[in-house]
């Protein structure tokens, strides 16, 4: 009896969990690729890529944003290299050469109370024009109408914030192991249709690409708001909305893409600065009760299965044991059909759908992590520590 009960409670909990997950998925909106923007009078538009260290990135990226449908005359790139000490600052020169509306800036000394991104980005703003500013990392490949998509979107839709989410590349075998499992954690957190809602509280945004229409950025104070923010972009997200101006958050799948983080020690450095202000954890314990949730979530549907299996005697009676294994089974084949929907949904191949075990267990650990670091008080990034 004692099995029958945990399997059924095992059932009822990942109905909930596919239950949020579905919430997510559902309430996705996307910046569509589809027929004729029909922008014909294009804003000024100031575009600015903050740059530390990514030479790996900056040419793909940069070279992206300038082959774009939007007319040259109308936009400026601004690079700005924050102190970078391998050769980004020389890529973006070369190709600073070949086009006008390149234009590199770099940041001196940091000042105190700033992070590095916060600081990069005002000092791109000091050399910004137009009434539109969008910020961009450097790991960003744009398709050709992103920016004119995006730009005839927040028009018409009076954004005061636009972000996007572009589509997540997983190359890499530690990339495809580890971040699946935590996309979908991620996402059981998440209902977007409530952030794109102007009556709900609820707020994000993505630094990866975000678009300011001029005078809400200013109307908000700008960077300087935001200064010693490291989730500048959830801290940009909830200051907008709070004051009264529309944001939205679309998926850009088929506009934008980007490769976040290119190895376990990028994957944990890079979520350990952010994930529990991501997942909305509002104390410590919220953090340990979410990280032993996707721990079960990990191993429980391989090992519930096993167990009722070897422990027959404690089912009482075999009508018992077999609808405790029926359930378990269950549960399992639900999890199983997620996971692989996920897979599909980053294009990485179905063997990978064996390693959600692990990136669960990643993302329990990271969380862990996260919040020590919350209680230190210190957060790690790019060679430098925040306070």
Known sequence: MLLLVITTGWLIFILYFLYTIGKAYFSRRFLSAEGNTGLSDHPFLTLIIPARDEEANIERCLSSFINQSYPNNKYKIIVVDDNSSDNTATIVERLQEKNSHVHLVKTTELPQGWTGKNNACRTGIEKAAGEWYCFVDADVTAEKELLERAVHFALIENAGLLS????????????????????????????????????????????????????????????????????????????????????????????????????????????????????????????????????????????????????????????????????????????????????????????????????????????????????????????????
């Open 164 to 387: 996007l989410s572009p589509f997540q590349e997983l190359i890499s075998v530690p990339e495809r192991l580890l971040l699946p499992g935590i996309f979908l954690s991620i996402a059981s957190s998440v209902n977007f249709s409530h952030i794109n809602d102007p009556e709900r509280p609820e707020s994000m945004a993505n630094g990866q690409f975000m678009l300011f229409k001029k005078s809400i950025y200013d109307e908000i104070g700008g960077h300087e708001t935001i200064k010693n923010e490291v989730m500048d972009d959830l801290a940009f997200a909830r200051i907008v909305k709070e004051g009264g101006h529309r944001l939205f958050f679309l998926f850009a799948d088929d506009l934008a893409r980007t490769r976040m983080y290119q190895g376990t020690s990028q994957i944990w450095q890079g979520f350990s600065k952010n994930l529990v202000e991501i997942m909305k954890h509002e104390s410590g314990l919220t953090s340990i009760a979410h990280s032993i949730k996707f721990l079960l979530l990990g191993w429980m549907p391989a090992l519930l299965p096993l167990l009722t299996l070897c422990n027959t005697g404690t089912c009482g009676s075999g009508v018992i044991y077999h609808w405790a294994f029926i359930i378990a089974i269950t549960a399992t084949m639900l999890m199983f059909i997620t996971c692989f929907m996920a897979l599909r949904a980053l294009k990485i191949p179905f063997i990978y759908i064996f390693s959600f075990p692990l990136g669960f267990t990643m993302h329990a650990l990271i969380t862990l992590n996260c919040l020590f670091k919350k209680k230190v008080g210190k957060v790690e990034w790019k060679g430098r520590t925040y306070s």
